[in-house]
């Protein structure tokens, strides 16, 4: 069996968490490739100490360079502010390895392309972080809607929503810092997981209008005084699809004042013969509408019903650690040409693309109207 070898650059919140699915790796049933962690890389010590006590891990660094030239790497994963996505995912990029990338791709439009270019350029297997469709409730969803069974489609939700700057006491952070995060603010945090979905199934706003809040403007500085922020912390963008030559209005929210909600994904889609929705507040809830001499949503509460096959009973219900494994075992069946016509990860294309959506959506703030969103007829990556 064919081994894959692993960097993580980033060991913090979601380097642990890759470095706990590969851990759990054995739990994926009949998988025809392993992955085995051999380097991690972050600035801090005290967070590398954590990974003194995986046995495979050989490399612990505090400079990635040394981990994208080694011999024992062949993939990473790469977790670190949106500032440093040029520069590292590129030099990891032509130091010969491919890379599952956080969103989103760079600070800005320019930063994506200019990324996602280099990894054409380079034949480099590249693909971004985006976990909750891997979840059963998204699987549902995104079967019914390829199965035509919806009829027209005339509308469409999708979000991603945290509660976490509920707290003005709350230290400030990289994420609500425009020079780190990028202008996009919560859009970059937070778009590429309410956009996936919708651009896999070929749903390109032509349109946007946006409503940006910046709520809470300053934080505590974690020195005794105040530091300002200066990111967008909620994005509503009312957008307009294409669906078979029809205008289609499909809203996408991001927000990180959305009280009581934490960590929510939803999406919501309905068609003149059906509808279905799903939301990670109520993980094993798919809902299934069905338009007839009686209208009526039916709930399905689905087990464990998981994209790659685990050891898992199938009368359990998932969470986070199962999507985010599933979604690496995507990016891995799919490097070695497994995927077998499952979901895959979000490409680089459709991180460039949420990336148009976003910058069209800064103009659509700034002047108050409907923005067009440019997207080129052709783009190979």
Known sequence: MKTVNIGIIGGGLMGREAASAFGRWFALKDFPVRVRLTAVCDLNEGILSWYKQIDSVSLLTTDYRELINSDEVDVVYIAVPHNLHREIYLDILRAGKDLLGEKPFGID???????????????????????????????????????????????????FLHASDMNAQKPINWKRQSQYCGEIGVMGDLGMHALHV???????????????????????????????????????????????????????????LAPGETNTWYIEIYGTEGGVRYSTKDTKAFWQFTNGA???????DLGFQMPFETITGGIFEAGFPDCFM???????????????????????????????????????????????????STLVI
């Open 198 to 256: 919708p651009l896999r199934l070929g749903w390109k706003p032509s349109k946007v209008f946006a409503q940006l809040q910046k709520i809470i403007t300053e934080r505590p500085d974690g020195k005794g005084g105040m530091a300002v922020c200066d990111t967008w912390n909620n994005a509503t963008l009312s957008t307009q699809v294409d669906i078979n030559g029809e205008q289609v209005p499909m809203q996408l929210e991001m927000k990180r």
């Open 326 to 376: 599933q979604m690496i075992a995507a990016y891995v069946a799919e490097r070695e040409g497994l995927l077998n016509g499952k979901f895959g990860c979000a490409t680089p294309e459709e991180a460039v693309d949420s990336h148009r959506i976003f910058k069209a959506a800064l103009l659509s703030q700034e002047s108050g109207s409907f923005v067009d969103v440019s997207f080129p």
């Open 109 to 159: 439009q320019e930063a994506a392309e200019t990324i996602a270019a280099e990894a054409t350029k380079l034949g480099r297997f590249v693909r971004c972080s985006s976990e909750m469709p891997f979840l059963p409730g998204p699987q549902r969803v995104i079967a019914e809607v390829q199965s035509g069974r919806l009829g027209r489609i005339f509308e469409i939700r999708s979000g």
């Open 294 to 300: 009686e209208q009526w949503w039916k709930r399905t």
